[in-house]
């Protein structure tokens, strides 16, 4: 297998090391930044450097752009122009804006947007390892006009490297990333600056903080360009949060004002339950089971079918594509983790008018 890398940092550095060691795939890649590039080699996350976009995503079957937010609509148009059938795929934390700004010449059908959720609080190609992407949930993002063939090997190689992936739509994605990962930065930048400007009425050298601020505050001022472009490209739904986030705050300082302590201890009581629920593991448990979809072969129809399972937060172990021999009809054959889960599966997709039938367990 012949996979492209462009863009060798943290993420695409991990993403190169786990395709060489779990999926024995060449690897090319490009960086803007030739020493990055050399580095990527040595340290093992790439089998060659190449000199251009073209160059490293030429024969590729899968590319990756890693590349700064704010550059991946050209970066990706590039991947499709030199890559005759290869999957294209970007990492990026916002999804609407880029889909939004890929050109309308251009067929993107072959462009899958996706996600992963790993990271760490180092950056850079040296901090880069396989192991990062273990149990990642990693969101793809298909639309109507995605291809279902290259759906199915994005989904199946990023599987394969250690991730969970799960389809959702870019709006959804971006309103779900807006409260859990993109306000937290925003609040962790306004507690300190806040925290600086009252603090040092007090006292001509701040005091020490204690690790509550330190844990609360980790992300501040984190890389202020990928952070920009970040902000930029999902304003609206950032802005939405900051607004509802207000809203609590203003909320919980009435209540505190108020001086109740049972009905302060009960609100601290909900918050430990919520933070619970929302750090539960996603594992499924139970042997798989297939689902066996009936559908016609036309544009859409892995998209809407793996779309509609994400929204009802129904994971995709595995999936398969089987055409018929006319190309006109042909079936998914989709593994969910546990019979309940999967008789779940099988009504949302009965929803969408498809035959479905779901066979037996054990492993896949």
């Not at 030739?34 to 996350?45: C, K, M």
């Amino acid at each position: 297998m012949k996979i492209a890398v462009l863009g060798v940092g943290l993420i695409g550095g991990s993403i190169g090391l786990a395709a060489r060691r779990r999926l024995g795939a060449e690897v090319a890649g490009f960086d803007p930044d030739s020493a990055t590039l050399e580095r990527a080699v040595e340290l093992g996350a790439l089998d060659r450097a190449a000199e251009s976009i073209a160059e490293a995503a030429a024969e590729s079957e899968v590319v990756f752009c890693a590349g700064p937010v704010g550059e991946l609509p050209s970066l990706v148009v590039s991947a499709l122009h030199a890559s005759a059938d290869g999957v294209v795929s970007d990492v990026g934390s916002t999804k609407l804006a880029l889909v939004g700004g890929l050109p309308g010449d251009v067929d993107t059908s072959r462009f899958i947007g996706g996600h992963p959720l790993a990271g760490a609080e180092t950056s850079g190609v040296e901090n880069a390892r396989a192991e990062l992407l273990d149990g990642a949930r990693w969101y793809l993002t298909p639309v109507e006009r995605s291809s279902g063939v290259h759906y199915d090997r994005l989904q199946r190689t990023v599987a394969e490297l250690g991730a969970r992936p799960q389809a959702i739509d870019a709006e959804t994605h971006d309103r779900v990333m807006a409260t859990v990962s993109h306000v937290p930065h925003v609040l962790a930048n306004v507690l300190v600056s806040e925290a600086a400007a009252a603090l040092s009425e007090e006292s001509e050298r701040l005091p020490e903080v204690g690790t509550s601020f330190r844990d609360t505050t980790r992300v501040a001022g984190a890389n202020p360009r990928i952070w920009g472009d970040i902000f930029a490209s999902n304003s609206e739904a950032v802005a939405a949060g900051i607004d509802a986030v207000a809203g609590r705050l203003a909320a919980a300082a009435e209540l505190i004002r108020a001086g109740d302590a049972d009905a302060v201890g009960e609100w601290h009581h909900r918050a430990g339950d919520d933070r619970r629920r929302l750090l539960e593991s996603e594992l499924a448990g139970g042997d798989l089971r297939e689902l066996r979809v009936s559908v016609e072969n036309r544009p859409g129809t892995v998209a809407e079918v793996a779309l509609a399972l994400g929204r009802a937060q129904v994971n995709i172990e595995d999936m398969a594509l089987y055409p018929a021999p006319d190309m006109r009809t042909g079936a998914i054959s989709i593994w969910i983790a546990g019979g309940e889960e999967a008789e779940r599966a099988a009504g949302v997709v009965r929803g969408l008018e498809h035959v479905v039938a779901v066979v037996g367990g054990g492993e896949q």
